[in-house]
């Protein structure tokens, strides 16, 4: 059985759980406490250099790294149900928001950063409070227009059913809300969102649903 | 003739030139000037919602937009030569290098961020300059582990043709000389830079060579 080595409140993490989950795939949930530093530790950096979670472990022994090129992974060897669509423009779209997402939000609000603007840089919480919300409404803006003006979107980014770009949004908006973002200006970005927790593939991925969750 | 709008300094316009001539595809450059705050003007929103370069405009007046969504249809619609091997754990692994890059290092160096930190932040040049180079450091330490140690790597990121992780890789490598980036500790990322830098794809992307530069 594949392993997942992940952290219950890491975004990243959560992205992969939801593909297993949508493609229906069982899996073996391996904590690493990120709080206590064990992604670190000697044992997790050989099965990840770059001492990040997710690290997913195939049955061969392959780890694969990187949430969304394990992602796209998963839709190549278990296609059905696709969390791409099949047209080459359609496909395209739904990346573009899961990458508005996942390279302009998340990689500059992730743990790391936000300890070095309190750390070394000595940025009080709010400054690093204030550092989060700002890259969200930067990103969320523009992608709340394009989810309310594009007759592409529907139930969910793209269409009636869950992709690439819902998996990356969810968890997004999940992790605003520990840092207090408003939703009030995002109401097609909250409509998605509690669509994506109705169903069980996502609710059942959720943080606070997680073995290693306090 | 498909349009690309980007801007000469871009690393994410650069990845597109790349791919672009890689797959031996014509195109016309528009450049967008950041400087001027062009990418922020009515006119380029209306082509790009977030006013991030680069926006690729097809044949048809469908507008592209994030850099890595428009490479993977590149590839996906013009499939040769392949950005991407065939077999899926060796697009993971592509993938994975490529992300290396485009998600744990541009998104925190790229330049409204780096006008963050020295505008409402308030911090000086080299405070901003140090935190460029630490975020290199974190992401180039392990990627030159995996690019030393692999017998997947070879003249280039993935075997001996350039991918989807080269084109990632080589902006990065050119950005980082701009923030006095010491490249001693990575041989091997050295070693590919200078052979993509060798192949007429990669020159003719280059910044100083686009009608932009000054």
Sequence with gaps: MMKLHGYWRSSTSYRVRIALNLKGLEYEYVACNLLEAEHRGADYLALNRQGLVPTLELDDGTHLTQSLAIIEYLDECHPQPALLPPDP??????????????????????????????????????????????????????????????????????????????????PQVANGARFNVDMTPYPSIRRIYDNCLALEAFAKASPQVQPDAP
Tied chains: 1, 2.
């Design 89 to 170: 423009v359609d496909r395209a779209r739904v990346r573009t928001v899961a990458h508005a997402v996942a390279l302009e939000i998340h990689p500059v609000n992730n743990l790391r950063i936000l300890k070095y603007l309190a750390g070394p840089l000595e940025h009080p919480p709010e400054a690093v409070g204030e550092w989060f919300r700002h890259w969200v409404g930067e990103t969320f803006e523009p992608l709340e227009a394009e989810l309310s003006n594009s007759s592409a979107s529907a139930a969910f980014c793209h269409g009636d059913r869950p992709t690439l770009a819902d998996i990356c949004l969810v």
